[in-house]
Nanobody, 129 residues
Framework: QVQLVESGGGLVQAGGSLRLSCAASGRTSSTETRAWFRQAPGKEHEFVAATCWSDGAVYYADTYYTDSVKGRFTISRDSAKNTVYLQMNSLKPEDTAVYYC?????????????????WGQGTQVTVSS
């Protein structure tokens, strides 16, 4: 089992910044895709960004984003802490949502929530205009 704990959400004015953290514990793997999704009230889960990596015999890493956050959000990883971050800059009111971290022990470009096996509890991000 994997436990994912998100933190860093809060209330910020438009144009401001927040950094979300997703710390993982429990079962580990040298191969993983960890992603951020968000869900606004009355809407479906929306893919935001993901990073995938392999720390095995052949090192591999990649990141990808949904179009609406490109150039504003950056996903990164601290392997020593088994933590993935989402740096969110130039925030807009439409970024308001509960942000969820998700994980799967595979490398794949997965923008659908069904591809992920483990989920965190979510952290609220509210951007005021």
């Amino acid at each position: 089992q994997v436990q994912l704990v998100e933190s860093g959400g809060g209330l910020v004015q438009a144009g401001g910044s927040l950094r979300l953290s997703c710390a993982a514990s429990g079962r580990t793997s040298s191969t993983e895709t960890r992603a951020w999704f968000r869900q606004a009230p009355g809407k479906e889960h929306e893919f935001v960004a993901a990073t995938c990596w392999s720390d095995g015999a052949v090192y591999y890493a990649d990141t990808y984003y949904t179009d609406s956050v490109k150039g504003r959000f950056t996903i990164s990883r601290d392997s020593a802490k088994n933590t993935v971050y989402l740096q969110m800059n130039s925030l807009k009111p439409e970024d308001t949502a509960v942000y969820y971290c998700a994980s799967a022990f595979t490398i794949a470009t997965m923008r659908n929530k069904g591809g992920y096996d483990y989920w965190g509890q979510g952290t609220q991000v509210t951007v005021s205009s």
